[in-house]
Nanobody, 121 residues
Framework: QVQLVESGGGLVQPGGSLRLSCVAS????????MGWYRQAPGKERELVAT???????NYADSVKGRFTISRDNAKNTVYLQMNSLKSEDTAVYYC???????????????WGQGTQVTVSS
């Protein structure tokens, strides 16, 4: 069994910062790509940022220059540093990871339960 648990969401004023964390735990052999997605009310879930096991990153255009994704492979953790937050960043943020539970097992995508980020004055 594998679990992803996010933390760090909350209420912040426009222009402020938040740091999200996501820890993977359970029966883990290896973790490939990790990422953050978000879903605002009435909208589809969208990609925010991803990072490979070697540290290659990819960002949505809407967050480039403001958000930074990073990971600590020793801790099975991925982070999202969010700066210069805007009201349009308000959403539930989900962590995702491609995890293999065994040497000969293909990785499967796992998701966290989500953490609310609200940007408002």
């Amino acid at each position: 069994q594998v679990q992803l648990v996010e933390s760090g969401g909350g209420l912040v004023q426009p222009g402020g910062s938040l740091r999200l964390s996501c820890v993977a735990s359970g029966s883990i052999f290896s973790i490939g790509r990790m990422g953050w997605y978000r879903q605002a009310p009435g909208k589809e879930r969208e990609l925010v940022a991803t990072i490979t096991s070697l540290g290659r990153t990819n960002y949505a255009d809407s967050v480039k220059g403001r958000f930074t994704i990073s990971r600590d492979n020793a801790k099975n953790t991925v982070y999202l540093q969010m700066n210069s937050l805007k009201s349009e960043d308000t959403a539930v943020y989900y962590c995702s990871a491609t995890i293999s539970r065994g040497k000969y097992e293909l990785g499967n995508d796992y998701w966290g339960q989500g953490t609310q980020v609200t940007v408002s004055s």
